[in-house]
């Protein structure tokens, strides 16, 4: 058996990791929180991108989710640490989030996202920066953080590009839910697909881009991203900016505790 014949499986503590002949599967993996966004699984998918990465035998890369969800945005113990957090915490922060993001945004090889279930705030932005996002009938999608006092500063810099500044405003101004079936119309979402068959179609992207030069596909990709790309780095140095500033307002706390405490918060403005 050649080495690209082989699956070995890497341990990661919230992520799952493998490869199948000449694609990798990383599988956001903490299901009993909905696959949320902890510090420890922006490490652990930073890695995994490495890992795909460097692999010479890896040619297109699959990110799904375990269970029901793809990904619900920021867990519990993560929102709870940043009402804690000094200004230079928030800052160190949201630098690691703005590097995920652009990490999906940017990375070399061909990246498909199978989403399998709803896709909130930060995995909204997970699954909707790849090269290909296929998303089953029942997904759900929106960028939610202005209705906790966030602030959905990082995703609105790759956004604005994906659908046009007219369509974001209204997403991001609103943060409402929307459907798998609206994503496509947007232009977020490439194929809507079956529960049963959306592996099988991810593997099926990953076997058309194992079929073409490698080469080529890297260049396409790095020539796409120079484009943009000393702008893309300036606006998310504002964005980052941005996401650490609104963590020290008072309606950042006052939505942070109030969806914590499930109640309806009571917004002041300041």
């Not at 703005?98 to 909204?124: D, E, T, W």
């Not at 780095?233 to 939505?255: K, P």
Request: glycine share 6%; charged share 25%; proline share 4%.
């Amino acid at each position: 058996m050649t080495k690209a014949q082989e699956s070995p499986t890497h341990k990661f503590e919230t992520i799952l990791y493998s490869t199948d002949g000449l694609v990798a599967t990383i599988t956001m993996n903490r299901p009993d929180k909905r696959n949320a966004i902890s510090t420890k699984m922006i490490e652990d998918l930073l890695e995994a991108l490495n890992l795909a990465q460097n692999d010479v035998y890896v040619r297109a890369v699959i990110l799904t989710g375990a269970g029901k969800s793809f990904c619900s945005g920021l867990d519990l113990d993560s929102l709870n640490a940043i009402a804690k957090q000094t200004p230079e915490e928030n800052l160190g922060d949201s630098r690691l989030i703005a590097r995920i993001f652009h990490r999906l945004y940017s990375f070399p090889k061909p990246l498909i996202s199978a989403v399998n279930g709803p896709a909130i705030a930060g995995g909204c932005g997970f699954a909707t920066f790849t090269d290909i996002t296929l998303a089953v009938p029942e997904a759900k999608f929106g960028y939610t953080e202005v209705r906790i006092g966030f602030i959905p500063a990082l995703v609105s810099v790759l956004l604005r590009r994906q659908i046009g500044e007219k369509r974001s405003r209204e997403l991001l101004l609103t943060g409402r839910i929307f459907d798998a079936a609206e994503g496509y119309r947007l232009g977020l979402v490439t194929e809507i697909v079956a529960p049963d068959k959306l592996l099988e179609k991810a593997q099926e992207y990953a076997q058309i881009f194992v079929a073409n030069s490698p080469t080529s596909l890297e260049h396409t990709k790095r020539l796409l991203l120079h484009y943009d790309d000393e702008n893309i780095r300036q606006e998310i140095e504002l964005a980052t900016q941005a996401n650490a500033q609104i963590r020290s307002t008072a309606d950042f706390r006052e939505g942070l505790a109030a969806f914590l405490e499930k109640r309806v918060p009571n917004w002041t403005g300041r």
